[in-house]
Nanobody
């Protein structure tokens, strides 16, 4: 059974920082791309950041330069460091792992709220 458990969300003032963590079990973590998506109220889920098994990364233009995704393959954990947060970053953030063999798996989501 594949499980993704997120933590680290919360309420923060604009300009502040948060670090999200997602620990994955039940699937070969180091061989797969992992990502953070987010979904704001009334909007579609969108990719925030992705890190490939090689370590290469890509970011949404809206978070580039403020967010950093990283992974620790020994701990089966992916992180999202979020700095200079803005009210428009308010969303539920979802961890995702994609396996070419087994498909997509998602965490339950963690709420991030940025107050102005």
């Amino acid at each position: 059974q594949v499980k993704l458990v997120e933590s680290g969300g919360g309420l923060v003032q604009a300009g502040g920082s948060l670090r999200l963590s997602c620990t994955v079990s039940g699937i070969s973590f180091s061989f797969n791309a992992v990502a953070w998506y987010r979904q704001a109220p009334g909007k579609q889920r969108e990719l925030a950041a992705r890190i490939m098994r090689s370590g290469s990364t890509n970011y949404a233009d809206t978070v580039k330069g403020r967010f950093t995704i990283s992974r620790d393959n020994d701990k089966n954990t992916v992180y999202l460091q979020m700095n200079s947060l803005k009210p428009e970053d308010t969303a539920v953030y979802y961890c995702n792992i994609f396996s070419e063999i087994r498909g997509d798996f998602w965490g339950q989501g963690t709420q991030v709220t940025v107050s102005s």
